[in-house]
């Protein structure tokens, strides 16, 4: 009878269960703790309170309007997100964008992005051969169904050797995301009209370097007022 009703085994705890991750392993996973930066969305520690902006907000500024993530680097999460990213498993997009779901459900900040459109960070043409899915994509579909908004591609990434990103400062970082991001035409010239308001999405928010980029080219489209950014995963460099 369960097996009926749940099809799918839960991918960290083998139970049956609706999703590719089953209610108790989704909590058990581990969410960005408060208090955060208002702004960027980053933990701020040895703070009481949510700081409205943290030190590496104040010395630069971001083109987004303010970011959140919902879950934090750690053990059991990097390895989900290897597998959404590199090893074919488009499915865990789905499960995993239920924590994107909730962390906007806890997130009054995001009201006013109630008639935003959704737009997935794009990945090259390259790279959607190579793995056949656009891991933000998987994420940003069911959560845009879930909350009845539209998905629209304004962004293109183009195909263009640049160095992995994994190794490089978060300078350089940056310097590479503006080379491989532009609109697309039919957003840029208005041919294709946007809402006031965007909710980019992407897996996993590192230096920030590719939803600042992303977000700085979605500011400059027609009627484009504000970018708020979610990703599934913050990384913190804990010592
Ligand atoms: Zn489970
Ligand atoms: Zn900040």
């Given amino acids: 009878m369960l097996d009926w009703l749940y099809p799918i085994t839960c991918r960290l705890c083998g139970a049956a269960s609706e999703h590719a991750l089953c209610e108790s392993c989704l909590d058990a996973l581990p969410h960005v703790p408060r208090p955060i930066c208002l702004y960027c969305g980053a933990p701020v520690a040895g703070e009481q309170q949510d700081a409205y902006h943290c030190a590496a907000c104040k010395s630069k500024p971001r083109p987004f309007d303010m970011a959140r ?5 750690d053990d059991a999460t990097m390895p989900l997100i290897h597998e ?33 459109a959704i737009v997935p960070v794009p990945i090259s043409k390259q ?3 190579l793995r056949g899915y656009n891991q933000a994509e998987e994420l940003a579909l069911p959560f845009a169904e879930e909350m009845g908004l539209p998905l629209v591609t304004p962004l293109l990434r183009v195909d263009r050797n640049v160095d992995s990103q994994t190794r490089l400062s978060a300078a350089e970082r940056l310097k590479n995301a503006k ?9 840029e010239q208005g041919k294709k009209a946007l809402p006031s308001h965007l909710i980019l999405i992407d897996d996993v928010y590192t230096t920030g370097a590719t939803v600042r980029a992303c977000s700085a080219i979605l500011k400059r489209l027609p009627s484009v007022q504000k970018v708020a950014v979610l990703t599934l995963l913050r990384v913190v460099n804990r010592f």
């Fill in 84 to 116: 959404l990213k590199y090893k074919g498993a488009a499915y865990l997009g789905k499960a995993l964008a239920r924590a994107l779901s909730r962390l906007r459900q806890q997130t009054p900040e995001l009201a006013e992005y109630k008639d935003a």
């Fill in 69 to 73: 993530s919902a879950l934090l680097n």
């Fill in 179 to 187: 080379l491989v991001y532009r609109p697309a035409p039919e957003y």
């Fill in 127 to 129: 790279h959607l051969r």
